[in-house]
């Protein structure tokens, strides 16, 4: 598509190397009901084919990156090419919306408007039949996982609701919202990022609704790798910066012997599954860049508009959550 048209919805694709999903994603948002919208595909520098699959398109707005810039900086970079839109919907090359789910999510924001970002139903892409989440949880501890990944689909939470935060593969935001939040942090390059923006948001006084009947396929870590050292080094990495950087008040000191704990257990489980140098390393570079991030926590604690009490409740707290908890967010 030649020039930029003022759209009020704008869906960003993030592609690297997703020659074997982005045609069907693609293909998906073709066939959507609702048709109001621009669809712009960030180009990581992809080596297998995949950019040409996007340049093809007539209806797509072709960004070249010219590196890997990864998720975070991918999905700002879209953002500042998605002039006009109000709502700006994210979607990963290896996800597949129903047809009517970008009708779905605007029906919700339409009906609620008390809430200014919406997660969708995933469903395994593999296996429909099981869900990859219904929304991201995020721990008192700073460890976070996807509600209801890997449950049956027939026993998932099947109704509407407030959640802690949307995985980033399959959600809309207000535009208005993530620019005041400051969009993705890029030093977190990918994973965590958007349990990060999630909570400024949470910050900042807005909330989050899962939204049921807004079903996307999605081939879970189809790109990355669920345990790959890649994702596991980023995760484990980020995680940490997430806690210093967005726990409020006296809560950060209040759970940072959790926090603590939970990095050691990480350790234990990583190397028990032979990424012991892998989560060592991910947890040394978290360490060095945390006075950066105690830097960024200044600025987002002064501009904090709710009390760290309201926070908490949004919050996943106790042991038996945690046994219970699904896949990785993020």
Known sequence: MNGRVAVPVAVIVVNFNSAAYLARCLDALSHQTFRAFRTIVVD???????DATAR???EVEFIGAGRNTGF???NNLGLRHADGAQWVVLLNPDAFPSPDW???LLAA?????QFAFFGSRMLLAEAPEVLDGTGDVHHVSGLSWRRDHGVPARLGVATGGEIFGPCAAAAMYARQAVDEAGGFDER???YHEDIDLAFRLRLLGYRCRYVPDAIVWHVSSGIAGRRSDFATYHGQRNMVWTFVKDMPGVTFWLYLPLHLAANVAAIAVCAARGQLGVVLRAKRDAICGVADAWRARAEIQKSRRVPPAKILRVLARGW???MRRGGPAG
């Open 102 to 104: 970008l009708e779905r």
């Open 320 to 322: 038996l959550a945690l």
């Open 188 to 190: 977190y390059f990918c």
């Open 44 to 50: 990581n520098a992809s080596t297998d084919g995949s």
């Open 56 to 58: 093809e398109r007539e």
């Open 109 to 113: 924001a339409a009906t609620e408007p």
């Open 72 to 74: 975070a900086a991918g």
